[in-house]
């Protein structure tokens, strides 16, 4: 019975060290709902960790798409505590518009964009229309859907998209692991903000890699203990930099706004040490220096 309950505890504890740590392209796997749409729906979905799947059936065999046809769809993120995610969309497009002439989708369209409005510099937006594949990622945490049919209507299925969450950066790490800047070795969104949670006794920053917008300090790395001090990092200089604290400590990883950016971000190693006596006794001998 003993062996059973230091078994039990050994494995929660190995299951609840850190958070996993995703690259751009390893997406959140969860369930699939399918959500069916069609002329005339104006929709809100959240989306948490499982994927949505966006069916268009406003075709007729027949008749095609009719004019007029309308679908608003916005999607949010539920983000999970100090975790940020974006949005990933996949899938296809099918319809034809004899007014839409060069490709300028002036008549029938499919807008999938994360702007608030015409006036936001830091959003994107893809405007497709015909026959194609839809690949759109963002890091905002809200996008709009928004599917048209010009005044003659359009032939064909229209679209399927599927929605999947991304994890782009934060959470709550208790053991060694490696963190970045969201997209790391691509260059990092704008306007974002990342925030890590570390436990430990004794916490060590070495910084493998550091290219941050250079201009007045605008992206940065704060660096917060809350057994008091803090750090800010911000200069190429960064790199290699190893830094110790007594733990635990908040990460706080900030960009500015502006209209693109071209830098890499940040790739750090954390290392954590704890004591042995911090620990129960069943489980100390199981700790893994």
């Known amino acids: 019975m003993i062996l059973h309950l230091v078994v039990a505890a050994a494995m ?92 300028e989708c002036s008549s029938s369209s499919l807008t999938i964009t994360d702007m608030d409005d015409e006036q936001d510099e830091t959003g994107t937006k893809n405007v497709t229309c015909g026959h194609g594949d839809v690949s759109y990622h963002t890091s905002q945490d809200s996008t709009n859907v928004l599917f048209l049919a010009g005044p003659q209507g359009a032939t064909g299925l229209g679209f399927s998209l599927l929605v999947e969450p ?19 070795p691509e260059p990092y969104p704008i306007d974002i903000g990342c925030f890590w949670y570390i436990q430990g006794e004794e916490i060590t920053l070495r910084f493998l890699d550091f290219d941050l917008y250079p201009k007045k300090c605008n992206d940065l790395v704060e660096v917060q203990s809350l057994r ?56 100390s001998k199981f700790y893994e220096e």
């Open 228 to 283: 008091g001090g803090n750090d800010v990092f911000c200069a190429s200089k960064v790199d290699g930099k190893v830094k110790k604290y007594d733990g635990p400590i908040y990460i706080k990883f900030r960009s500015s706004k502006r209209r693109e950016n071209v830098n890499k971000g940040f790739n750090c190693k954390v290392t954590i040490k704890s004591s042995k006596k911090s620990l129960p006794n069943i489980l």
């Open 166 to 184: 991304h994890y782009l950066c934060g959470g709550h790490i208790t053991t060694s692991t490696t963190i970045s800047s969201p997209d790391y």
């Open 12 to 103: 929660a504890v190995a299951t609840t060290r850190a958070w996993p740590i995703s690259p751009l392209g390893d997406y959140l796997r969860g369930e699939i709902e399918n959500q069916n749409v069609t002329c005339g729906d104006d929709l809100k979905f959240w989306v948490h960790k499982d994927s949505i799947k966006l069916n268009f059936l406003g075709s007729n065999s027949h008749l095609g798409i009719p004019a007029g046809c309308s679908v608003k769809i916005r999607v949010d993120v539920d983000d999970l505590s100090l975790e940020k995610y974006g949005l990933r969309f996949t899938g296809s497009y099918d319809f034809k518009d004899p007014l839409n002439v060069n490709d």
